[in-house]
């Protein structure tokens, strides 16, 4: 069973920067697929940013531009990069993993953006 664990989450005011990172328990082997996605209180969870194993990303519209989503497939670890942050990206921010061994969820990191 692969664990995720995100982090880098915190508090940041509109227009500031931070940097989530999602480590994996294990080698992921094979074609798969990590993302992050976010939910705001009392919304869905939403796709924003996704990477394959092949390098082939994308984004939902309302942070392209804003965010860059990489992944260091040595160290296990897929990076959500957020610039020009607003406070409209207030959520909890969760990684995802779909692999050929299953789907998998981290617990998730909250990101909140004061105005």
């Known amino acids: 069973q692969v664990q995720l664990v995100e982090s880098g989450g915190g508090l940041v005011q509109a227009g500031g920067c931070l940097r989530l990172?999602?480590?994996?328990?294990?080698?992921?082997?094979?074609?798969?697929?990590m993302g992050w996605y976010r939910q705001a209180s009392g919304k869905q969870r939403d796709l924003v940013a996704i990477?394959?194993?092949?390098?082939?990303?994308n984004y939902a519209t309302s942070v392209r531009g804003r965010f860059t989503i990489s992944r260091d497939n040595a160290k296990n670890t897929v990076y959500l990069q957020m610039n020009s942050l607003r406070p409209e990206d207030t959520a909890v921010y969760y990684c995802?993993?779909?692999?050929?061994?299953?789907?998998?969820w981290g617990q998730g990191t909250q990101v909140t953006v004061s105005s």
């Open positions: 995802k993993l779909t692999s050929t061994s299953g789907l998998f």
């Open positions: 990172s999602c480590v994996a328990s294990e080698t992921i082997y094979g074609t798969n697929v």
């Open positions: 990477i394959s194993s092949g390098g082939v990303t």
